[in-house]
């Protein structure tokens, strides 16, 4: 399933600690519908397509085509070299780290790093870290980055330039782009690795069989590799939707929420920070009181677009969500997105109604994303 965030991608590790570098794109859910209760309200949950806008959208926008959008993807290709880098990554997990001092670092050791990636002097977060652990040989990082460890030991530095793969499914907004990186090695230690066969399968994993194990990481890759993959797709093609939408006219209930919600926030930081608005929005958002609630109607404006576009594609499409949909999408959202233990504990904190449209967000855009007319490419091999 397609996660989507307005402010950020948030990268959340899938299956920690057995498959420690595959990772989870989290997706977008819209902050202003999670994090506010002024969307919140009673209804029942067949009301999926009503629970906002509530009326005839073509009143209000001339909505764009959305069908056959073209787009550029890649095929899903795991190789056996893929399976055999997070097979090593589970057993690196599982090893017995001994500390190296009198010799550099080898194919197959952890070290522990700080690493700094910058581009035109800025700092990429994406590809900085401290101490992380990398397993040379165990994917975590694309080859080129891990074989410059190879010789390295404790307490050197070293700085060199990278071009990541293209595409590079870890962190998609990184292919291609050629960072200098800044790296320091703080510890090197060689792995006494356990050995892999069916009773570590039954014993660490939970499987009876390797094979069974091998299977469960191709399926976690496929399913990886797929929301990436839509995700990419939706960036393609979704603001070309909305470019082509005309507002006739705004709808002044929500979009009057909308406003004064995003006004109460910017107003509560500025009193939790004891200053006067004025001063606040001129020292974080640099410009004045009224450019800041230009600025603010301008948001409110593009954000209610964006929702009658999903609704009225979720209407033309006559979207439905199943309990097992929602179950499932609620479970994605309350561990890997929260780091909740289970949908009850998100549902403690958001409304189910809530839960149900952020979901239907999602089938929208991945049901635009079917649509879309892909030419696609061979998937880089081995692109981590």
């Known amino acids: 399933m397609i996660r989507w965030y307005v402010v950020e991608f948030i990268i959340i590790k899938i299956y920690q600690g057995n498959i420690n570098n595959m990772k989870k794109l989290a997706a977008l859910v819209v902050s202003a519908v999670l994090l506010t209760s002024a969307f919140s309200s009673c209804g029942s949950k067949n009301d999926l397509l009503t629970y906002r806008y509530n009326y005839d959208l073509s009143e209000y926008i001339d909505l764009a085509n959305y069908k056959g959008l073209p787009a550029e993807g890649y095929t899903i290709n795991i190789t056996d070299e893929d399976i055999q880098q997070q097979i090593l ?7 017995k780290l001994t500390d190296i001092t009198d010799r550099g670092a080898e194919h197959g050791d952890t070290l522990f790093i700080d690493y700094t990636g910058t581009m035109d002097g800025e700092i990429i977060s994406e590809a900085t870290e401290s101490d992380a652990e990398v397993t040379i040989g165990a994917g975590s990082m694309p080859d080129e980055f891990e074989n410059k460890l190879i010789g390295t030991k404790v307490g050197e530095t070293l700085c060199f330039d990278m071009t990541f793969p293209d595409p590079y499914l870890q962190y998609p907004d990184l292919s291609g782009d050629n960072i200098h990186f800044e790296v320091t090695v703080n510890n090197v230690c060689e792995q006494e690795l356990p050995e892999y066969n069916d009773e570590f399968a039954r014993a660490y994993l939970g499987y009876d069989t390797t094979a069974e194990y091998e299977e469960h990481i191709k399926g976690l890759m496929e399913d990886h590799y797929k929301q990436i993959y839509y995700q990419s797709i939706d960036e393609q093609i979704w603001n070309t939707i909305l470019d082509n939408t005309t507002v006739k006219k705004y709808p002044e209930k929500e979009l009057k929420q909308i406003y004064d919600d995003m006004v ?65 999408g609620a479970e994605e959202y309350a561990t890997d997105v929260y780091g909740l233990n289970s949908v009850e504990e998100l549902e403690a904190i958001y409304d189910k109604k809530t839960i149900r449209q952020t979901i239907m967000y999602e089938k929208v855009h991945e049901k635009v994303a079917d649509y879309a007319d892909v030419t696609l490419t061979n998937q880089n091999e081995n692109a981590n």
Request: cysteine-free.
């Open 89 to 95: 990554a589970t057993r690196s997990y599982y090893s």
């Open 264 to 328: 109460t926030s910017a107003e509560a930081y500025a009193t939790n920070a004891g200053v006067q608005f004025a001063s606040y929005v001129e020292a974080v958002y640099k410009m004045t009181e009224d450019e800041f609630y230009q600025n603010i109607q301008e948001q409110a404006e593009a954000y209610v677009k964006d929702e009658m576009v999903k609704y009225a594609i979720a209407r033309a499409e006559n979207i439905t969500l199943t309990d097992e949909e929602y179950r499932k």
